[in-house]
């Protein structure tokens, strides 16, 4: 038993609905959740000390299992949707006792507290309940840590119970498998059963307060990764999972606000979070050095495989998973603000990995050119992301994140558009896949050229450079830039056949048209305007 150094702060609900033991561990330091994860035969030690564990059944977000509880509150602000799928009162009623109950049956379980959100007039106070000390490992990593005084009176506003073990009903709790995570907003309750992806708690918390913020803090909730220069310039990047925001945030010659979630003011953006969850497929100290030496004492890495008769993690091993993942603190990482708070910014980055090649590998966008790919939010989503992903797949994700915003896409497109005019900001697209042509015909691009590229963006180095115009998408191609081969700065010079580059530029821009059809009566005819050209 471990006895805690401050007592829990007990809310109401869970006063009424889960009854606390002597076996329950509280706040504990990832020293003693390492050990007892290790004890307890859930996970082992790597050659340099990070912990890592199978997740189990569930290696990736199982977005069609996510639920938001219809009622007052949401009937008529959530954009029900695909991703945004209702659940009546009654299931939610029944799965909070089965999870409750079932919580109160184990012989331990973890309980933590602490905030989202880095800037003190956004700060929201949590707390995660749950059955596996790895669990509470993760929510210590990613969410902000509280102080000493601030955790002898804290009093959780939202409450995450998760019960991996448990496995439902789907017929007597209204889901569509055994699994679920559902939200309800009246109750401030997130309720994780059935999936040890520790990734559901995150997203969780994403999506509540991309709901919460736009509404009443008109605070931009973004999908983004962001960064400040040495002059205290903010960059930020935009893009799905795969496309790189952590890669590109976490940059030696800047600092690192976050590398995930964020919120914009009007003056200023803050990391809703306290750590990285960063993909470590592939992983290497040359490609990617800051994040290869946070796998260390406290990281906690998911479903990797060592190399045989070793304790040495294979990072190119994808068997269980293509996406495998590594939480640590956001401080892991040399150069991280603290806090993780920085002006608004002044280069903002959408990133796509696009599948079809066509995309050149930088461009400007105009604030027209911005809104239009911004509410298409297209990439291709990379294998392992989500549960059956295998191959990169071609998807307009709107906002770039649409699986975690609960209100309708115009929302937030109305304020980035209202803060990049504001702020007079760069927009740019990268596109980090392919080029020479699409998915196993053509090459990925460079990590290094997409590196040199952002970073001659960031220093204003092509500002004084020619450019020319896409003939099909329209955005600004520079013709040159320092250590990237110009042939590659126009994607149809890349492939060998130049009329097969032209069918294939067409066959994406219809797709583009068709999915942009949906915002065509909510947006302004200049956006409209900026739709591709054939």
Known sequence: MHTPTYPIQKSKLIEASLQF??????????????????????????????????????????????????????????????????????????????????????????????????????????????????????????????????????????????????KLNPVECGIRQHNTTIVSFHHKIILIAG???????????????????PQEKNVLSMHCSANIGKQGDTAIFFGLSGTGKTTLSTDPERMLIGDDEHGWADDKVFNFEGGCYAKCINLSKEKEPEIFAAIRKGALVENIK???????????DGSITENTRVSYPLNYIANAVEPSIGKAPKNIFFLACDAYGVLPPISKLTAEQAMYMFLSGYTAKIAGTETGIKDPKLTFSTCFGAPFLPLHPSKYAALLGEKIKQQNASVWMVNTGWTGGPYLVGNRIKLSFTRAMVSAALQGKLD?????????????????????????????????????YQVQAKCLAEKFIDNFKQYENSVSPEILQAAPLF
């Open 306 to 316: 060592f190399f045989p008769g070793t304790n040495k993690i294979n990072f190119e």
């Open 21 to 166: 033991s002597d076996t329950v561990h509280y706040q504990l330091e990832p020293e003693e959740l390492v050990a007892q994860v290790v004890q307890r035969g859930e996970g082992q030690l790597s050659d340099t000390g990070a912990l890592t564990i199978h997740t189990g059944e569930f290696t990736g977000r199982s977005p069609k299992d996510k639920f938001i509880v219809k009622d007052e509150i949401t009937s008529a602000t959530v954009d029900w949707n695909e991703f945004n799928q209702s659940i009546e009162q009654k299931y939610f009623d029944i799965i909070l006792k089965k999870i409750t109950d079932y919580l109160s049956d184990q012989k331990e379980i973890w309980v933590r507290d602490g905030f989202a959100c880095a800037d003190p007039q956004y700060k929201t106070s949590l707390r995660v309940i749950t059955e596996t000390p790895a669990m509470s490992l993760f929510a210590y990593n990613m969410f902000l840590r509280p102080t000493k005084i601030e955790l002898e009176d804290i009093d959780p506003t939202w409450q995450l119970f998760c019960a991996p073990g448990l």
């Open 195 to 213: 999936s040890g992806y520790t990734g559901e708690i995150k997203k969780g918390i994403f999506s509540i307060l991309n709901f919460i913020l």
């Open 464 to 500: 004084a450079v020619p450019f020319i115009k896409h003939p099909v998408f329209g955005m600004a191609m520079p013709t040159s830039c320092l250590g990237v081969p110009s042939e590659l700065l126009d994607p149809i010079k890349t492939w060998k056949n130049k009329e097969a």
